[in-house]
């Protein structure tokens, strides 16, 4: 996988930002398996940061099934205590049915490690395609100005 990020409005507390990424996805047991995708997310302050909500739009070229997608997702993030966020995400593809996760994130040490669990599952489906997960995030001081 190759990336780049940037943003090109910052998010500032009760206002709004956005960014742009772009990449590259290679699956080496498919023939013509390199997957090319980009995004633009925008995201929204409410309530001096206690509420934040999050939309991206986007392109995916499909290497091996040579098809192209649009791409979209809807999320939030809602603080309960000064540790703990509430996170609800939809997101899909302009064909099939959408996904949705819903989830806590607890951070353990501010700003610096965070605690994540999720449930999630593609939109009428029930049961079949359901995930639980569990993460550990660390986060590392800026290492680029």
Known sequence: M???????R???T???????AAG?????????????YAYAPVSFSLHDDAALVHANIGWLREGSARRERLTWGLGTEVQLTSNTWLIAETFGQNQGRAW???GLRHWLVADRVQLDATYGNRNGTQTRERW????LRLLTPAFLP
């Open 24 to 36: 590259t996805v290679g699956h080496p047991q498919a023939a013509a398996g390199r997957d090319w």
């Open 14 to 20: 009760n206002g709004w930002g956005l960014g742009l």
């Open 100 to 102: 949705h996760q819903l």
């Open 2 to 8: 190759l990336q780049g990020k940037t943003v090109l």
């Open 10 to 12: 910052p998010l500032q």
């Open 132 to 135: 639980f997960s569990i993460g």
